[in-house]
């Protein structure tokens, strides 16, 4: 299953619904504010330095970015605009956009929002959650920088995070510590991600082949 992750590989970018690629197979959607280490983290999931561009610059993403995994799952990178300096209409846009993709979208099977485990659950975060579990959909919270926290901080935010998040949605949304510095964590949301792809099932079916 984490090989498959390991094929990711840039598909395109879609500034509108029309450009979006067939509504077929499965994705998984990353959400998360600027600078939250949501590139990083796409990065260390798919062990590919550059896949996702790494920038100081809030709100470089402007665009829904697919990277194709398997001709049937996608990784789609969200434009981050927690607090990007970008003109009023085109955060207007932004919203209506990501809205109709979030109740349309059909391939879409989860949503994996990115927090800097030292600045968790902004509005922007609890906004992306919300749309996911309003459609129904699971949705897993990687408390990103980890490395920046002892093992005790991390232990106590990751309740805290926990605790707040089965207050406001329930048991629809999980959450973990992740680290793309140290590998923390990876393979655990790799599994949860894999998951909603059916990707272990591509993987043994791959490997009878073989």
Do not use: C
């Not at 979006?20 to 330095?49: H, I």
């Not at 922007?124 to 990687?142: E, F, I, N, S, W």
């Not at 993987?203 to 009878?208: F, T």
């Amino acid at each position: 299953m984490s090989q498959l992750l390991e094929r990711a590989q840039y598909l395109l970018s879609a500034h509108n619904a029309r450009q979006l690629p067939a509504d077929t197979g499965g994705e998984v959607a990353f959400a998360g504010r600027s600078n939250a280490g949501k590139s990083s983290a796409l990065n260390a999931l798919t062990r590919r330095n550059a896949l996702a561009r790494v920038s100081k610059t809030p709100g470089r993403t402007q665009q829904l970015v697919y990277f194709q995994v398997t001709p049937e799952a996608n990784l789609v990178d969200l434009p981050g605009y927690g607090y990007a300096k970008v003109p009023l209409d085109l955060k207007a846009h932004w919203q209506a956009f990501i809205e109709k993709y979030f109740r349309t979208r059909e391939a879409l099977k989860g949503l994996v929002v990115v927090m800097d485990i030292r600045h968790p659950l902004k509005e922007y975060d609890l906004q992306m959650l919300g749309y996911a579990v309003q459609r129904g959909l699971p949705a897993h919270a990687l408390l990103t920088k980890a490395d920046k926290l002892g093992r005790g901080q991390q232990a106590q935010t990751l309740q805290k995070v926990r605790k707040e998040l089965q207050a406001a949605f329930g048991d629809s949304v999980s959450v973990q510590v992740f680290s793309s510095e140290s590998r923390l964590g990876v393979d655990e949301a790799r599994t949860v991600i894999g998951g909603w792809l059916g990707l272990e099932s591509a993987s043994e079916k791959a490997a009878a082949q073989g």
